[in-house]
């Protein structure tokens, strides 16, 4: 008895730590990159089509901060892949692979931007577990 109650005591210490961890990443980008909470409920809706520059860095911060992204603005596949439902792993590999970017790079703020817009394109469902505000 006593070990389940402890089990269940370090799992929801846990769920509270990851919880806070993700809004403190949400919350520091926002910050940093001065985003408004419109931009972030149209991209939060799916509206990928919004040529605004905070907009583009706070998607870059959240995905740098996440793991999902390396120092280079390339995307982790392996990490990335760890944030997805395992049902969607293996059309995302594939995904991630047809949304490199390529050729001339604009800054780094726009890649991370067509990346994301391009996978989401091609992967609209994964608005339903991801949740950018």
């Known amino acids: ?7 269940l005591v370090l799992c929801t210490i846990l769920l509270t730590f990851l919880v806070w ?7 520091e ?8 909470w419109a931009s972030l409920k149209k991209l939060n809706a799916g509206n990928f089509n919004l040529e605004d520059p905070r907009l583009k860095c706070y998607l870059r911060c959240f995905m740098m901060k ?26 995302s ?12 790079q604009e800054d780094s ?5 067509r990346i994301a817009q391009c ?4 992967q609209p469902q994964i608005l339903k577990y991801v949740s950018f505000v």
Do not use: W
């Not at 996978?119 to 091609?122: D, I, P, W």
């Open 109 to 113: 703020c726009d890649k991370v931007f």
């Open 66 to 91: 996440n793991g999902i992204l390396d120092e280079n603005d390339r995307v982790d596949l392996g990490k990335a892949l760890r944030h997805l439902p395992r049902r969607m792993r293996e059309s």
């Open 21 to 27: 961890t993700e809004a403190d990443i949400k919350r």
């Open 29 to 36: 980008c926002r910050e940093q990159s001065m985003v408004s």
């Open 1 to 7: 008895m006593k070990a389940n109650t402890r089990s």
């Open 93 to 104: 590999r594939e995904i991630f692979h047809r949304c490199e970017p390529t050729g001339l």
């Open 119 to 122: 996978y989401v394109k091609l």
